[in-house]
């Protein structure tokens, strides 16, 4: 059973920096792609970035940019969102999910397990 266990999220100001971690069991880690979505209150959940297997390819949101980066560490079966520059519209539940595939992209149908989230608050 594939079981995804999120951590690193909690209360920080604007501009600030968190990073958020996903250790994932039960499934060849390496050979899937992973990835971050969150929700906002009231609103659905969006797509944030992705990373391939090996983590050669990487894909953002328009929105995140050039402020977080993913990554993964194969060894430890975990993927990784930095967040620089934090905003307030950065404010949601987090969630990571493993892909159906090696590579994957923006469209939540490409994940088949999810994690339970965790919150990131972001304070003007």
């Known amino acids: 059973q594939v079981q995804l266990v999120e951590s690193g999220g909690g209360l920080v100001q604007a501009g600030g920096s968190l990073r958020l971690s996903c250790a994932a069991s039960g499934r060849t880690f390496s050979s899937y792609a992973m990835g971050w979505f969150r929700q906002a209150p009231g609103k659905e959940r969006d797509f944030v970035s992705a990373i391939s297997g090996n983590g050669g390819r990487r894909y953002y949101a328009d929105s995140v940019k050039g402020r977080f980066t993913i990554s993964r560490d194969n060894a430890k079966n975990t993927v990784y969102l930095q967040m620089n520059s934090l905003k307030p519209e950065d404010t949601a539940v987090y969630y990571c999910?493993?892909?159906?595939?090696?590579?994957?992209?923006?469209?939540?149908?490409?994940?088949?397990?999810w994690g339970q989230g965790t919150q990131v608050t972001v304070s003007s």
């Open positions: 999910a493993t892909a159906r595939t090696y590579y994957s992209g923006s469209f939540q149908a490409e994940y088949d397990y």
